[in-house]
């Protein structure tokens, strides 16, 4: 793809949504670090649900660590894979305790060390709580960046790296929030809606065949 047309891209994202913010519901970092950790597999929309109860019992790392796990489970039931993420959770917050004084480190690579946390989660947070340049690859990230073309890759790991490579870095925490909005409102997985997506011009899997 020539600069143009990503020039292009990034002018209709940019105006489709200016206001582009993650949809899961936080106060503080702590807050984002959960919420993000049960979103996987998982809709935004559920986890807030869950989380508006969840952030009332637990207000700090030491909330979490030293919780019944099968009261956590029971808290975040809902979301799915709860008892893998009840267990991360808790080893989560023990090591925030233990290595980082109980705070949420501002810190990429200290954020990935965490269990649990893997290079997305680790980017919505830096990006979102903390404002570091990241850019975090779910489904939706991974299924629109393909489908126009911009990558040819299933690895969110090979497609971070590349997306990172393609735009410059001051959007790069927008980059996330713009292929996740489309993705999860207009390019969905069954039927894209491509007669009111404003990329088409620009895009391989709509373009295919012509």
């Not at 993000?36 to 929309?45: E, H, M, N």
């Not at 975040?76 to 993420?85: D, H, P």
């Not at 925030?96 to 501002?106: K, N, Q, R, V």
């Not at 713009?178 to 207009?186: E, K, M, P, Q």
């Amino acid at each position: 793809m020539n600069n143009l047309s990503l020039n292009k891209i990034i002018e209709i994202l940019k105006n489709e949504y200016p206001n582009s913010e993650p949809e899961l519901d936080y106060k503080n970092s702590l807050e984002l670090l959960i919420a993000t950790i049960l979103s996987a597999q998982c809709t935004d929309k559920r986890v807030n649900i869950v989380t508006k109860s969840l952030f009332k019992k637990y207000n700090t790392p030491k909330d979490y660590a030293v919780s019944d796990l099968s009261d956590l489970e029971q808290e975040i039931y809902s979301t799915g894979f709860y008892k893998q993420k009840a267990k991360n959770i808790k080893a989560c917050c023990r090591k925030l305790l233990t290595d980082f004084g109980g705070e949420i480190p501002a810190d990429f690579d200290k954020l990935n060390s965490l269990p649990g946390v893997g290079r997305k989660t680790a980017s919505v947070v830096a990006a979102n709580a903390f404002n570091i340049p990241a850019i975090a690859v779910d489904t939706h990230v991974k299924r629109v960046t393909n489908r126009l073309g911009l990558v040819t890759s299933n690895s969110p790991e090979k497609i971070e790296l590349e997306l990172k490579k393609i735009f410059s870095k001051k959007y790069w925490i927008k980059t996330s929030h713009w292929f996740i909005l489309l993705g999860r409102y207009i390019c969905i997985a069954r039927k894209p809606k491509c007669e009111v997506c404003k990329l088409t011009q620009y895009c391989k899997y709509f373009n295919k065949g012509k």
